[in-house]
């Protein structure tokens, strides 16, 4: 199916959602850091890395993944495609398919980021590097695919059934 967005526009909302979860990652990451820290103070050693991970899911995962459901839900697609007049029409709409929608679109990410605190606080290891390079090629996939398809979708949108139009083009 043809869609009449361009690559570079749906491209440069992605780059815009991903450039904001950034900006999450490094807060949460501050308050992570800041935890050890206090931590590594009193007791003389790190968090242990579950606690870690537990942390990042916590604060970073569970918050992000709850902004991006109510924004489908309420605004009809995340900051950026709000940015951009884009907005996200499912097949099927009900709160079960958007999660999973938004689950499918950021765990590539969480979990790169789950393998860099790893990293950070224990050691590179085969599994941690594994997940890393694993979830880099999803992300790179999804990208790649969307760029060279006429409907301008990704394998998520395909899974989910959705599709990514102009705002105005649904009245």
Known sequence: MDNEITAKLRLTSL???????????????VIILAINFIVQLFTGSYL?????????VIIIYIPWLGLHVWFDLE?????????????????????LVIVLRNVLK????FIILSSMVHILFNEITTVSGILFILSFIWLLA????????????????????????FKESLS
């Open 106 to 109: 950021w765990i590539g990410t």
């Open 48 to 56: 242990p890395l579950f606690i870690n991970q537990l942390l990042l």
């Open 142 to 165: 999804n990208i790649l695919i969307l760029t060279v398809n006429k409907g301008k979708w990704h394998f998520i949108d395909k899974i989910v059934n959705s599709q990514v139009n």
């Open 75 to 95: 605004k009809g697609g995340s900051l950026g495609k709000q940015m951009f007049r884009l907005s996200v029409n499912y097949q099927n709409s009900n709160i």
């Open 15 to 29: 780059l815009t959602d991903w450039l904001m979860m950034n900006l999450a990652f490094l807060a949460g990451g």
